[in-house]
């Protein structure tokens, strides 16, 4: 069952979708949780998020899907698994927070608040990577492949 879940093939998609999603997520929950880039840190998200009704073992589980869900697919272990978490937390803030101001991001400051163009485009990655896996040079792929797999997709180099 594992291996099941663990599986991918060699497909580059998989590992250009992996690092961005990843590294995107990455900055964005070393925000939340480190206060890197302009964040705020950990205490500091869980007072602002409650302030948005949002209880402080909801914030916990989203700084964690962010971060080490981040940290997760940026080594391509348990892909999938991050990506749903990622997709949770952007489907989450999409029907929350952001659907009420539009679809458009804020570009111009003419809006109250972000649109929610960004987290469509992160869910569909996430979406994408539940579908695909983690691809090559991901610890996932390493666990689970078979030496007498093939692949019709291009590939990169076995490790």
């Not at 990455?26 to 209880?55: C, D, E, N, R």
């Not at 700084?63 to 892909?79: I, P, T």
């Not at 691809?135 to 692949?151: K, N, W």
Request: hydrophobic content about 50%; overall charge positive; charged content about 15%.
């Amino acid at each position: 069952m594992l291996r099941r879940f663990l599986h991918t093939d060699n497909d580059p998609a998989a590992l250009i979708m992996r690092l961005v999603l990843g590294s995107v997520f990455f900055a964005h929950g070393a925000q939340k949780v480190l206060g890197w880039w302009g964040g705020y840190g950990a205490s500091a998200t869980i007072q602002g998020f409650g302030k948005m009704g949002l209880p402080p073992w909801l914030t916990v589980l989203v700084m964690a899907a962010e971060f080490g869900g981040s940290l997760l697919l940026n080594v391509g272990f348990l892909s999938r698994f991050a990506a749903f978490s990622i997709g949770a937390v952007m489907a989450g803030a999409l029907l929350m927070v952001h659907a009420k101001v539009g679809f458009f991001m804020n570009w111009s400051g003419a809006q109250k608040g972000e649109g929610f163009e960004y987290h469509v485009l992160a869910l569909g990655l996430a979406i994408a990577m539940m579908i695909k896996g983690g691809g090559p040079l991901s610890v996932d792929r390493a666990l689970s492949r078979d030496e007498y797999e093939s692949s019709t997709a291009p590939s990169l180099p076995r490790m």
